[in-house]
């Protein structure tokens, strides 16, 4: 069974600041995925990653696959009360085989 | 249209009752999928569909029993669950469910059990 570990587990911080969260794993990913949950909602995918070293950039948010593709982070800039939410970090392993998600990171950005 | 639509949105249900959750997506996925959430906790794979047959059973207990009719549609059907059952169900599709498949989720419905 592939895990994924997420950190911190909880982060609150305030309007405006930066913060970086982290996926990793001891394994070797074919691809990851990054979703956002809020309360009583489904995970919306925010990216994926695929190649080792990539980063890919959507607005305020930067993604960065690691070079052996065992681990991931999720930088946000300037944060704002709407980035609050569950970011859950998800992958298929490298056989195709089981794609599971990791326990996610609570974030609340404060006005 | 990237849209997995879910009903009902929310569900409360005796332990005697039979009910179906009811799953749709028309972006041409072919592999569909049932996760249950718990509070505070990620998604937990249920079932995978793969072209219409069930491809993976995540040892559920037999009062899930889950249906695809079509490529389109995937149901859950609901019979003597338990309190415990109570979450969040969510269903998801994905072009394939073997490469780097990205998978789009429903909103859920929110299930309790009383």
């Known amino acids: 069974t592939q895990l994924l570990e997420q950190s911190p587990q909880f982060l609150s911080i305030q309007e405006g600041e930066n913060l970086t969260v982290y996926c990793n794993s001891s394994?070797?990913?074919?691809?990851l995925q990054w979703y956002r949950q809020e309360p009583g909602e489904g995970p919306v995918l925010l990216v994926t990653v695929v190649t080792g070293g990539e980063v890919k950039k959507l607005k305020r948010l930067t993604f960065q696959f690691g070079d052996a593709r065992k681990d991931s982070s999720l930088h946000i800039t300037a944060a704002q009360p709407g980035d609050t939410g569950l970011y859950l970090c998800a992958g298929e392993d490298n056989y195709g085989q089981n794609f599971v998600f990791g326990p996610g990171t609570r974030l609340s950005v404060l006005p | 249209d990237t849209e997995v639509t879910q009903t009902p949105k929310h569900l409360v249900m005796g332990m005697t009752n039979k009910k179906s959750l009811k799953c749709e997506q028309h972006?041409?996925?072919?592999?569909m999928y049932w996760y249950k959430q718990k509070a505070k906790k990620p998604p937990e794979l249920m079932f995978v569909y793969s072209y219409e047959k069930l491809s993976i059973n995540e040892s559920v207990p037999s009062r899930f029993s889950p249906e695809c009719p079509n490529s389109s549609l995937l149901n859950l059907h609901l019979h003597a669950l338990q309190p415990e059952d109570s979450a969040l169900y969510l269903c998801a599709s994905s072009q394939d469910w073997r490469g780097a498949t990205e998978a789009f989720f429903g909103q859920g419905t929110r299930l309790t059990v009383v």
């Open positions: 394994s070797v990913f074919s691809s």
């Open positions: 972006m041409g996925h072919r592999a």
